[in-house]
C-alpha cells in the first residue's frame, strides 16, 4: 500500500505545478479545450497513460472542460503515485 503524503507535502508539491490545487484529500486540475472532440482526444490520452501505471483518476468531462481528481482510494489520500502521474499527464499533454 502507498502511504499518503502530509498536507505539508503536497502542498510544497503543488506549489511547483499550480495549476494542480489540493484540496479534500486529492490533487485536481481542470484542462479546456477549444472543441467536446479535443477534450475526449485528451481523456483517451489521460486513458492510456492510467492504464500504464495502474492507476486512474475520477475524470469528469463537461463540454469542453475536463477535470481530474487524483488520490489514492488505498492510502485515503494522495501519494508519490498521484503526484507522479501528474507530472506524467502534463508532460504527455503539453503541460495544458
Not at 12 to 32: E, L, M, Y
Not at 49 to 61: F, R, S
Not at 76 to 87: C, H, I, N, Q, S
Amino acid at each position: 500500500m502507498a502511504e499518503k503524503l502530509s498536507p505539508e507535502e503536497v502542498e510544497n508539491w503543488a506549489a511547483v505545478h499550480p495549476r494542480w490545487k489540493h484540496h479534500d484529500d486529492a490533487i485536481r486540475k481542470t484542462f479546456t479545450f477549444d472543441t467536446f472532440r479535443s477534450a475526449i482526444v485528451f481523456v483517451n490520452r489521460v486513458a492510456t497513460i492510467a492504464d500504464e501505471v495502474h492507476h486512474h483518476p475520477d475524470i469528469t468531462i463537461r463540454y469542453d472542460r475536463v477535470s481530474l481528481r487524483l488520490w489514492s482510494h488505498d492510502a485515503g489520500g494522495v501519494t508519490e503515485r498521484d503526484l507522479k502521474l501528474a507530472e506524467r499527464i502534463d508532460f504527455a499533454t503539453s503541460a495544458r
